[in-house]
């Protein structure tokens, strides 16, 4: 399992929560606990503002996750040919 993070995205003017999760792995949480880990941290220790995660229109269980975790939808965009939606996480509306 890897490490979730955050970085910067300037076109989105905000910190990315991205999180990686071994397939074996899937669907017992992980990525929802590490979300909300990593958020909480960015809103507490590191004082940010909002953060956004994106995934692959169609990985609706990355987007279930995100849901989960609070963040709310905010558009779409292509990258690469690949259409991908992007959720924005504010500290209001963070999920325990």
């Known amino acids: 399992m890897r490490q979730p993070s955050v970085n910067t ?11 990686i999760v071994r397939s074996e792995l899937w669907s017992q949480g992980y990525a929802t606990e590490m979300a909300q880990a990593v958020a909480g941290h960015a809103f507490g220790e590191l004082n940010l503002h909002a953060l956004v995660a994106f995934t692959r229109e169609q990985n609706a269980a990355s987007q279930r996750v995100m849901v989960k975790v609070g963040f709310v939808y905010e558009s779409e965009f292509t990258d690469d040919g690949a259409r991908q ?3 924005r996480l504010r500290p209001a509306t963070l999920r325990p």
């Open 9 to 19: 995205l300037a076109s989105v003017a905000a910190s990315e929560l991205g999180y």
């Open 85 to 87: 939606v992007l959720y």
